[in-house]
């Protein structure tokens, strides 16, 4: 069975600390992999996309990597702003074009 | 670009009354879906459309919960009669080229109360 698990469940930090945000996945290989931010009361936005085949991905302060040996991204997000807290939504594309998704990770930067 | 709009944003209803949600997706963008949320989890797929035609309706609640696109744009969610369980944001999304390569556009969602 697909399936895309994430932690932690939610995470506090201080404006201005690093963070890293876990996606464990079951089945590879897949098309791609997408991390979504969702503001609340917002919809999903993407930040970043990689494929099977890449590393690594910046968007800014948002540093997604790939590990398919362990079948793990991890999302880092640098210097953390109040702007940043959200909650974040791991997404992998498989060959076929089912998307399964994370449950997410709710994220909150205290001044 | 105008994003994806869904209304209304926000409805209350009593158990076993019925409520109706619209999507007007991106211009152009031939693949629409409908997303659960609940509180604290990640979206769950009810329906996906290519142009006016059902891909994927395989987890879509067919007693309770209906979907049509019509005209292969703007499309409606209804749900009757409604659940306690049904409390949930409706996420509305589309993409221009289908689940294989493209990115999901949301809209801000609408948010059900079922009391």
């Known amino acids: 069975k697909n399936q895309v698990e994430q932690s932690p469940q939610s995470l506090i930090i201080l404006e201005g600390k690093n963070c890293t945000l876990q996606?464990?996945?079951?089945?590879?290989?897949?098309?791609?992999l997408r991390w979504y931010k969702q503001d609340t009361g917002r919809g999903p936005v993407s930040l970043t996309i990689m494929t099977f085949s890449e590393n690594t991905k910046s968007n800014g302060r948002y540093t997604a990597t790939l590990d398919a040996d362990t079948k793990q991204s991890s999302l880092h997000i640098t210097a953390s702003q109040l702007s940043d807290s959200a909650s974040y939504i791991c997404v992998v594309n498989y060959p076929g074009g089912k998307l399964i998704f994370g449950q997410g990770t709710t994220l909150q930067v205290k001044p | 670009e105008a994003g994806v709009a869904q209304s209304p944003r926000y409805k209350i209803i009593e158990k076993r009354q019925s409520v109706a949600f619209w999507c007007n997706p991106i211009s152009g963008h031939a693949t629409l879906y409908w997303y659960q949320q609940i509180l604290g989890q990640g979206p769950k797929l009810l329906i996906q459309?290519?142009?006016?035609?059902?891909?994927?309706d395989s987890q879509l609640p067919k007693d309770r919960f209906s979907a049509e696109r019509l005209k292969g744009v703007d499309s409606t969610l209804k749900i009757q009669p409604a659940k306690l369980e049904d409390s949930a944001v409706y996420l509305c999304?589309?993409?221009?080229?289908?689940?294989?390569?493209?990115?999901?556009?949301f809209g801000e969602g609408s948010r059900l109360t079922v009391l």
């Open positions: 996606c464990n996945y079951t089945v590879s290989p897949f098309s791609n």
């Open positions: 459309f290519q142009n006016n035609g059902v891909v994927d």
């Open positions: 999304a589309s993409s221009a080229s289908g689940r294989n390569t493209g990115e999901l556009f």
